[in-house]
């Protein structure tokens, strides 16, 4: 069975993320069938897509014409029964190995011998979650970006088990939907959430060591960095519960390299209830009338802090590659794409140059004594060998 586009496309768990891949499904012209064990939460998504194409509509996106035959080819479903004519299940559903190990125990009895089943999972294995099923080639990791109709970026994630066919059949049909995929490696984080680790790690770091506070890191990122956002308010925003999730499961599956350490800041405002924008405050406060505290606009010192986390971010982005997570390529379109980083990371050192990048890993490295700032062999190859990364 070739996936195209005629194939039903079924989409379970209806939060953030499953809501925003129906959308994309039906806008791409595919009959969606969503469901959730939560019947409100299907009930709120319907309500929440009617109100976003109510929205593109009044911007002059769509006509409501287009819109209705949109909704219209959406199945809200009470059950996974109808789900036997899917030739696609994508599963948004929570975060937790054995819940979805079980909801895809559950499935593979109801789907068709040949429909591929994937996992939006954002940091668990794919290969353990494939493991429940009979046929385990036609299991993938599809990994949206939130908000999922906006973000340009999917990994596409093959776990060990899965077959060739069915990686190329889903990053064509994912192109197909004007997506831009990468393909990346059953790992922990896959490249996005693996190689972002230290934008808000070393910034955190730097903070609790007083070299500068939130707001003076936030303005040198985004001033000097050129980022969208700097390192604490994209988190309060994100949410501090979710990054340092994401944060300490990377870590731990790493098994526990420092170089992904978690930062005991953000775990206490964790911990406190200080997720940011929606508990209304976490490294800033978002009270009506809250003032945001000003940064210390020192161009020099902007640059120090600057300097350290792309050298962090370089490194990560240079292991990536050395570990095979995915091609030099596709690193560097993830980060574009996936985060909105200004340029690729290993462009960028190409153009910083490889031996002052590694000169400030080693000078940190030599300072700290410790293994966080190890550099990258990659990098070391490369500046031994006087080459830049190259595509
Ligand atoms: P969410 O918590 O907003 O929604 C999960 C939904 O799944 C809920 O409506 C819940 O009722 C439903 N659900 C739970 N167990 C179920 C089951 N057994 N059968 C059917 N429905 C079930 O979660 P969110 O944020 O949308 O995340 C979903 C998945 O996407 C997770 O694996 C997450 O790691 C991943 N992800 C999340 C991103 C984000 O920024 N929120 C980004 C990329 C991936």
Redesign the pocket.
């Known amino acids: 069975m070739k996936l195209n586009k005629h194939s039903v496309i079924g989409v379970?768990?209806?939060?953030?993320?499953?809501t925003g891949i129906a959308q994309v499904a039906a806008t791409a012209g595919h009959s969606v069938l969503v469901?959730?064990?939560?019947n409100d939460?299907l009930l709120r998504a319907r309500h929440s897509l009617i109100k976003i194409f109510n929205r593109l509509i009044e911007k002059g996106k769509y006509s409501q014409g287009e819109v209705d035959s949109i909704l219209h080819r959406i199945q809200w479903v009470d059950g996974l029964g109808r789900f036997e004519s899917c030739d696609l299940v994508i599963e948004?559903?929570?975060?937790d190995i054995e819940?979805k190990k079980q909801?895809f125990h559950q499935l593979k009895s109801v789907t068709h011998d040949d429909c591929i089943l994937a996992t939006?999972?954002?940091?668990l294995s794919v290969a353990s979650i494939a493991s429940v099923l009979k046929f385990k080639h036609r299991m993938i990791g599809i990994?949206?970006?939130?908000p999922a109709a906006l973000m340009p970026l999917v990994e596409i994630v093959p776990a060990l088990t899965t077959g060739d066919e069915v990686v190329k059949q889903v990053s064509e049909l994912i192109k197909s939907w004007g997506k831009t995929t990468v393909v990346a490696k059953d790992t922990p984080g896959f490249i996005v959430n693996r190689i972002a680790r230290p934008f808000y790690g070393e910034a955190f770091k730097m903070y609790e060591e007083g070299v500068a506070d939130p707001a003076t890191i936030d303005w040198a990122m985004r001033e000097i960095g050129g980022f969208k956002m700097g390192p604490f308010e994209l988190t309060d925003l994100i949410g501090q519960d979710?990054n340092y999730t994401v944060s300490e499961t990377v870590w731990r599956e790493l098994y526990y390299d420092p170089r992904y350490k978690p930062s005991i800041t953000q775990k206490r405002l964790m911990e406190a209830g200080l997720f940011g924008q929606k508990t209304g405050k976490g490294f800033y406060d978002y009270a009506d009338g809250a003032v945001k505290p000003e940064p210390k606009k020192d161009k020099e010192l902007g640059k120090q802090i600057v300097n350290r986390i792309l050298a962090m971010l370089i490194n990560e982005a240079a292991d990536a590659a050395f570990l095979n997570i995915a091609s030099k390529k596709d690193i560097d379109t993830a980060m574009t794409k996936g985060v909105n980083y200004p340029k690729g990371l290993l462009k960028w050192a190409n153009e910083i140059g490889l031996e002052v990048v590694l000169e400030r890993l080693e000078k940190l490295y030599k300072e700290y004594n410790d293994d966080r700032y190890r550099p990258s062999v990659l990098l070391k190859r490369n500046v031994q060998e006087k080459t830049d990364f190259y595509y």
């Open positions: 379970v768990g209806t939060g953030t993320m499953g469901y959730d064990k939560n939460a948004a559903i929570v975060e819940v909801f939006n999972t954002s940091s990994h949206f970006f939130n979710i």
